[in-house]
């Protein structure tokens, strides 16, 4: 949970970002990142086009429900 954390709030200060950004920025190594994203994707939380992924439009309750 804690770096699902680091790497969320990394993504709300970046546009569109490569893993390798926000894997420097999150603190988190570019491996446990990528699982992390996927899963974030599969929630529909994030989404990744040309190599960089971004927050999602849809929020929380959308997603939930």
Same mark, same amino acid.
């Given at each position: 949970r804690q770096f699902t954390e680091r790497a969320q709030s990394a993504l709300k200060n970046a546009g569109g970002a490569t893993v @390798? &950004? $926000? +894997?420097s920025a999150s603190g988190v190594?570019? &491996?446990r990142l990528v699982g992390i994203l996927a899963? $974030? @994707?599969a929630? =529909? $939380?994030?989404t990744?086009? +040309?190599g960089r992924w971004r927050k999602s439009r849809l929020t929380t309750?959308?997603?939930? =429900?």
């Open positions: @390798d &950004r $926000l +894997a190594e570019p &491996r899963v $974030l @994707d929630e =529909g $939380l994030v990744k086009h +040309a309750s959308e997603v939930t =429900g």
